[in-house]
Structure formats: C-alpha cells, structure tokens
C-alpha cells in the first residue's frame, strides 16, 4: 500500500475523484500499486510504463459512495498517454469474479448502475469477461481483463 501522502497514493484517488466527479476525502480500506505492461491488444502507441492501482474506499461525507476501483496510468518516454478508471465494482464484494467489475465503452448518455458509486457514460461490460453486461455478448475490438503478468497482485482482494 502506497504511503499516506505520497504521489503513489494520491494519484489514483485523484483519478477516482475527477470519474466521479467529487472533492470528497476518502477513507482506504485497501490499496495496491503494481507496475507492468501494456495490454497486448494496444497496437499503438504502446506505452513501456504501466501503472495501476486497485482501491477500495467509502468516502468520508457520504458513506453511499463506496466501491472498489481499477485505475490505471499509460505512460511512454515520460508522457502520459491516458489514465482514469479501468473498472469499478460494488464495494461489499470481493476477488476479480466476473459479473462484478464493470467497464463502460464508448459514448453515450450518463447512467448510474445498481450498486456502483458514480454516473457513467457507454456500454456496460464486464471487465473480467468482456461480455456486454447481461448479456454473452462479446464486445468487438476491445480487450478487457488484466494482462496475464499483473493479475497475481490482485490475489486475495
């Protein structure tokens, strides 16, 4: 877990802050930070720093929003390529299950999903499948999940 006050540790919560579109403070039940690559579906640019965080939270003035969150930072000679929120998942479960992590793709017009803190625009899919959610409809040209090489840091969440 990142140190209190610590760029590391700050970044992520920033990141959550902007997708949610809050100033609150939050209270961090738990936090990893893991290095690692891109995901091999990236044709271009491809970053060689890939930074992500897992986070659960509950903020300190509302405690209705709560939730566990991917956030993940793209970098490449320095520069940050993207960054924000992989995806989110209700903050009373647990491990990296499908049917729990929702992703949103593309546009659309903003929605608040059962159980998950925030308003959010596009298709919901599931993170860990890359299923539209409700459905076993795969979703073209994305890939979801984590690449093979980080998904041990989440063992035990």
Avoid: H
């Amino acid at each position: 877990m990142p140190s209190p006050g610590s760029t590391t540790r700050l970044a992520p919560l920033d990141l959550i802050r902007s997708e949610l579109g809050v100033d609150d403070r939050f209270v961090v039940d738990e936090m990893r930070y893991f290095v690692g690559p891109d995901d091999p579906a990236i044709v271009a640019p491809v970053a060689d720093e890939v930074r992500r965080w897992y986070v659960r939270l509950v903020s300190e003035l509302d405690p209705g929003l709560a939730g566990r969150f991917l956030v993940i930072q793209r970098l490449a000679d320095g520069r940050e390529l993207g960054s924000g929120v992989l995806a989110v998942a209700p903050y009373g479960t647990a491990g990296l299950e499908p049917g729990q992590w929702i992703s949103f793709v593309g546009e659309g017009p903003e929605t608040t999903f059962p159980e998950v803190p925030g308003r959010w625009t596009g298709l919901p899919v599931d993170f860990v499948t890359g299923q539209a959610w409700g459905t076993d409809d795969l979703v073209e040209a994305e890939r979801f999940g984590l690449p093979d090489d980080v998904v041990g840091c989440l063992d035990g969440i």
